[in-house]
């Protein structure tokens, strides 16, 4: 059971550039989440989806695209890289249960580095 | 706007001593609370949780206490040990926004000294 994976773990991106950032699951969960760390600013929901098909904005969604076209994989794209996206972003899933709140599951991170 | 807040970057306790790491929270329709542990170079694992129908809530070595009116929760580990050396985070929810988002704060960095 590998749970959440994320490719790359790390890349190198020139302003303008685009790119698309990978992360698949393998255990049926309904929920899938992206979010960003910046140094000492905690972690910040880009985009999230309730379900194939179905993707909503987080906090900080300006600058991201995401789909959903199957439940296991929620790839994160960007489309004109900018240095404020330099930042480690994670991949998260969670199991829908109705109305009760169930933990995350994140991805081991792919750092980002946009110059 | 800030929903969680971990107001202390960072914390440094000796091993064996209890570690205490607070968040406090805006939102009064969070009712689901959550820890998480971060090593470097790897993504947040759970650690415990407690529902606002609770205040305390304990698993081994940790205990979490949430204090409603004051908006407040807290993680408590005891005894500490060097291997809890790492950063946390504190997470909320609420069901009435059906359970889909966790907000996050913004970490505490915790040193367990030998």
């Known amino acids: 059971n590998a749970g959440v994976t994320q490719t790359p773990k790390f890349r190198i991106l020139k302003i303008g550039q685009s790119m698309t950032l990978q992360c698949t699951q393998d255990?049926?969960?309904?929920?899938m989440y992206w979010y960003r760390q910046d140094p000492g600013m905690g972690l910040k929901l880009i985009y999230y989806s309730v379900g194939a098909g179905i993707t909503d904005k987080g906090e900080v969604p300006n600058g991201y695209n995401v789909s959903r076209s199957t439940t296991e994989d929620f790839p994160l794209r960007l489309e004109l890289a900018a240095p404020s996206q330099t930042s480690v972003y994670f991949c998260?899933?969670?199991?829908?249960?109705?109305?009760?709140?169930?933990?995350?599951?994140f991805g081991q991170g792919t750092r980002l580095t946009v110059v | 706007d800030q929903q969680v807040k971990q107001n202390s970057p960072s914390l440094s306790v000796q091993e064996g001593r209890i570690s205490i790491l607070n968040c406090d929270y805006t939102n009064s329709m969070f009712d689901y609370f959550l820890w998480y542990k971060k090593y470097p170079a790897e993504g947040p694992t759970f650690l415990i949780s407690i529902s606002s129908i609770k205040d305390k809530n304990e698993d081994g070595r940790f205990t979490v206490f949430l204090n409603k009116s004051a908006k407040h929760l807290s993680l408590h580990i005891v005894p500490s040990q060097p291997g809890d050396s790492a950063v946390y985070f504190c997470?909320?929810?609420?069901?009435?926004?059906?359970?889909?988002?966790?907000?996050f704060g913004q970490g505490t960095r915790l040193t367990i000294n030998p």
């Open positions: 997470a909320a929810s609420a069901r009435s926004e059906g359970a889909q988002k966790l907000v």
């Open positions: 255990m049926n969960h309904n929920y």
């Open positions: 998260a899933s969670r199991p829908w249960t109705g109305m009760a709140v169930t933990e995350a599951f």
